[in-house]
């Protein structure tokens, strides 16, 4: 047992396991266990178990990291998270997550900015990138694949601001792209870069409309700036047409917010496999 500490580590892995895993708070939690188990501990008690157990999690979540670091697509996504501290009181922060095929981190940092990537990284460029249309989710590596959930939302706000022609076209063309997407297992590579060639073509055709209304205009801009990275999955059958896989990651940490109202703690990296 540690020197200091009345609690064993089967204790500490329950209040581990209890809070983070099923939302229970610390009032809830100590109420729990002494109900339970007759074990009287107090909130400022299984803080501290906690931030003892964090040390070792640490190690488990440099492996984690250090295989992320060897990925070839990285589908990324971050949220809000409300942070509590000691000196700073209750203040802004966010969580990060990053997924590939064998590691899924999650870090939370005070930082919304591309230095986070960067850190996580420590100069690890993968051949793709799947996020949303966030500036500094950017540039990250070879080729990028823009979320088509979200742009697909902001063809749907110009669709709903009145944009007659090209916002429904190009929904249409989003939409018959992840259709094809679907099917990626079962074409050939020749067919996919049909696929990919007709898609360029028709998006070409719809850059062409006028657009109508303002929300149109802005639409249309956007989309000449991003065209390149709405496709790439076309033809890269490791790449998803959407970062879905990094909101599902964060639903856990989303749910586990609202019910607690915050974190603890900030800086450090808490990652999963």
Request: aromatic fraction near 6%.
């Amino acid at each position: 047992m540690p020197a200091g500490s009345p609690f064993g580590p089967l204790v500490v892995t329950m209040l581990a396991y209890l809070h983070h895993h099923h939302a229970v708070g610390y009032d809830r939690l100590s109420g729990l266990m002494a109900d339970l188990f007759g074990l009287f501990i107090s909130e400022g008690a299984i803080a501290n178990a906690l931030r003892r157990s964090s040390r070792v999690l640490k190690r488990a979540g440099a492996a984690i990291v250090g295989r992320l670091r060897s990925a070839t697509v990285i589908d990324c996504d971050e949220t809000g998270a409300r942070l509590t501290t000691d000196t700073l009181g209750t203040r802004m922060g966010w969580e990060w997550v990053l997924v590939s095929d064998t590691a899924v981190p999650h870090c939370i940092r005070t930082s919304r900015g591309r230095d986070v990537v960067t850190d996580v990284l420590e100069g690890h460029r993968p051949c793709c990138w799947i996020s949303d249309c966030w500036g500094d989710q950017q540039e990250h590596a070879e080729t990028q694949q823009d979320c088509l959930a979200h742009v697909l939302r902001g063809v749907q706000c110009a669709v709903d601001a009145g944009e007659p022609c090209f916002a429904p076209s190009l929904h249409c063309l989003l939409c018959w792209v992840i259709a094809v997407g679907r099917r990626r297992k079962t074409l050939k590579v020749s067919t996919l870069a049909q696929y990919r060639a007709t898609a360029d073509r028709r998006l070409d055709r719809l850059l062409a409309m006028p657009a109508v209304t303002a929300a149109g205009v802005e639409l249309q801009r956007q989309t000449k700036r991003r065209r390149v990275q709405f496709f790439t999955f076309m033809t890269d059958r490791d790449v998803p047409p959407t970062n879905n896989a990094a909101d599902w990651a964060l639903c856990p940490s989303v749910i586990f917010r609202k019910v607690t109202n915050g974190f603890c703690s900030f800086g450090a990296p808490t990652s999963m496999s």
